[in-house]
């Protein structure tokens, strides 16, 4: 292992010790490794949210000296919580509650306009939250770089700048302060929003970047308020960093052309493959996992028509409410096309998807979904309060030379009561199973988009859906599983993304020995593509997006599922093994060297720049 040459490392993000979003998968996943160079010397720093802080961190009584700074800092309104970071690793950890300092909105908000000519006069509430949360943190550390723990040492401070303003950056930048400068890059809010408009950014960027033309004002200004103030203190970060990183090729290009910066070097995303499950472990854990997600979709639906779910196989798609970005448009087409061809070829199995989307808007219940599961279960439990009198009854029978038998083994009263429960639990003819979980309303693009694609969920339909637009936790009242758990039960994820700078999905679902499609245009696609021969189908799949037209992407999407349908049960565990070989490539183990290289360069250029 090399020996980094900062003698500390604070790391900043708006995701630690606050669970949304990729770049807290990265910085948990990846903080044991930083632990493993940096040891007591590497500290995290975010924000204080209550709710997620009494999970993840462990509060504690700060050192002496960094005590008194504190107490100096609450009489500006910032209140700080030092302790440990609740995961692998265990960082040490600030987390800073900067409520009190909303008052001084104003006042900060002339500063960056004096300062950094930041057009953000007009914010939104929520980003206004995240400009004094910014600024406290930079109050924060310009104090204890003071102390006598960092003053005088070879320091670094690690910034992760997407959908985080990033203001230290810019103040030790300006300072000339004494500690390399890293920047991280995950995506850019420009990118994002001009990707989500159903516009070429991917053509875009290839085709100006060749004549040397960077993103200028008159696209900047297209696009809303609080994208163009995001968007400038992107850019300025990317630009007042000693180094600057990104998770890909992909987005190096991106920022090139919108941050007007090339990156130093690429610090792809990664993993802790060791924290994931070995083959023995998964066979047990996706049959636990199967078996809940079969009484899910028997609830869901049998009330309507008889299924097989033993017979089945079941896929799913998840991420962000992102319509085109994301590629919901291109899989729905398919899963209609599929749906088509497998109902004309006599298909003897059904094909259920899970739309796992995350949309922070309102749903109300899905009242016919709750009481099919709430009926299926009411069903459970008479059965398992009746069992071990059945068993006996069972044992008495066989004992005395009877035959068992539906006369001898069930009373009037057993079969009366069954009779009641199947008849509450039985729909009316001629509905059908809802398509999403949750009430959506008319205009909803998926619901309508599925429905126009001839995925109604009829019972002759070999694609069945289930939109589910809501986080999934062991406390959501539906499936009632971690995430986690759920992957581990699939046969199959699709992610065909348009937009994804990374994209964790498809290699969370390999360390799970999961099937799953990617595509060129996501970063971690594209390193796939690089690493495997893909004439060979390696577990992972990755669809060529870049440069081809939907109706082509959508083609052969629905080959790729078809030729997964038509696979073997042993076709099926070849490939989980080898989705997991492939999965292990994104270890961190061979990834955070790129972050110690990039941190060895800020600490060089650091040194030239104040002179030392």
């Not at 995950?186 to 929003?193: A, E, P, Q, W």
Request: charged share 30%; net charge positive; aromatic share 12%.
């Amino acid at each position: 292992m090399i020996k980094p040459k900062a003698d500390f490392l604070i790391e900043c993000a708006y995701e630690v010790a606050n669970p949304i979003g990729g770049i807290y998968t990265v910085l948990t996943s990846k903080s044991k490794e930083m632990r493993r160079y940096y040891g007591e010397n590497f500290y995290a720093i975010g924000p204080y949210y209550k709710r997620y802080a009494k999970v993840e961190f462990e509060e504690k009584a700060p050192p002496e000296d960094m005590g008194i700074i504190f107490k100096e800092l609450e009489k500006e309104g910032i209140i700080c919580h030092y302790g440990t970071w609740l995961i692998d690793g265990r960082p040490k950890t600030i987390l800073v509650d900067f409520k009190g300092r909303m008052k001084e909105l104003k006042n900060i908000k002339k500063r960056l306009i004096k300062e950094y000519e930041l057009d953000c006069k007009r914010c939104g509430k929520e980003f206004n939250k995240r400009l004094v949360l910014s600024d406290s943190i930079s109050r924060v550390v310009q104090k204890i770089l003071d102390l006598p723990q960092f003053r005088g040492k070879k320091g670094l401070f690690h910034e992760h700048i997407s959908g985080s303003p990033g203001i230290f950056l810019l103040d030790a930048n300006r300072l000339n302060l004494d500690i390399g400068l890293v920047a991280t890059a995950h995506s850019t809010r420009l990118g994002r929003d001009i990707a989500m408009g159903n516009e070429d950014i991917v053509s875009e960027i290839r085709n100006r970047l060749k004549v040397g033309k960077l993103v200028g004002k008159r696209r900047e200004y297209s696009y809303s308020w609080e994208t163009i103030v995001e968007h400038q203190l992107e850019r300025l970060c990317a630009n007042a960093c000693d180094v600057f990183t990104v998770v890909s090729d992909i987005t190096s290009r991106e920022c090139h052309y919108i941050l007007h910066r090339k990156a130093d070097i690429v610090t792809p995303n990664g993993i802790n493959t060791e924290k994931y499950p070995t083959i023995e472990e998964r066979a047990m854990l996706h049959r636990a996992s199967k078996e809940k997600l079969w009484r899910f979709l028997e609830a869901y639906f049998l009330p309507y028509y008889p299924i097989d779910v033993k017979n089945s196989l079941i896929l799913f798609i998840s991420g962000r409410y992102e319509f085109h970005t994301k590629g919901y448009d291109v899989f729905i087409k398919s899963l209609g096309r599929l749906n088509k061809r497998l109902m004309g070829e006599g298909y003897p199995k059904n094909i259920f998807v899970f739309f796992f989307v995350f949309d922070r808007g309102k749903r109300l219940q899905n009242y016919d979904v709750l009481e099919n599961l709430s009926r299926y279960k009411q069903i459970e439990e008479y059965m398992d309060e009746k069992f071990p009198e059945l068993e006996k009854q069972a044992v008495s029978m066989l004992i005395h030379g009877d035959e068992l038998g539906k006369k001898g083994l069930f009373d009037s009263e057993f079969l009366m009561e069954t009779r009641r429960l199947m008849a509450r639990f039985k729909r009316p003819e001629h509905r059908r199973p809802p398509l999403c979980a949750l009430r959506v309303g008319r205009n909803d693009v998926i619901f309508n988009s599925l429905k126009g694609a001839g995925l109604l969920n009829k019972e002759e339909d070999k694609v069945k859906v289930i939109v589910y637009p809501t986080r999934i936790s062991i406390g959501d009242g539906l499936l009632s599983m971690d995430y986690y758990d759920v992957i581990a039960g699939m046969h199959l994820g699709v992610f065909p993304s348009y937009y994804e700078p990374w994209g964790y999905t498809p290699l969370e679902a390999g360390a799970f020995s999961v099937l799953s499609v990617t595509t060129d245009l996501a970063g971690f696609g594209k390193f796939v593509k690089e690493s495997t021969d893909q004439r060979k189908k390696p577990g992972i799949l990755v669809l060529r997006r870049d440069g081809r037209t939907d109706e082509e992407i959508v083609k052969e999407l629905e080959e790729s599922m078809h030729w997964f349908s038509k696979l073997s049960r042993e076709e099926r565990v070849e490939k989980k093994l080898e989705a997991k070989a492939v999965s292990e490539l994104a270890d961190w183990g061979g990834f955070s060297k790129y972050y110690i290289q990039a941190h060895d360069m800020a600490v060089k250029r650091c040194a030239k720049r104040v002179g030392a």
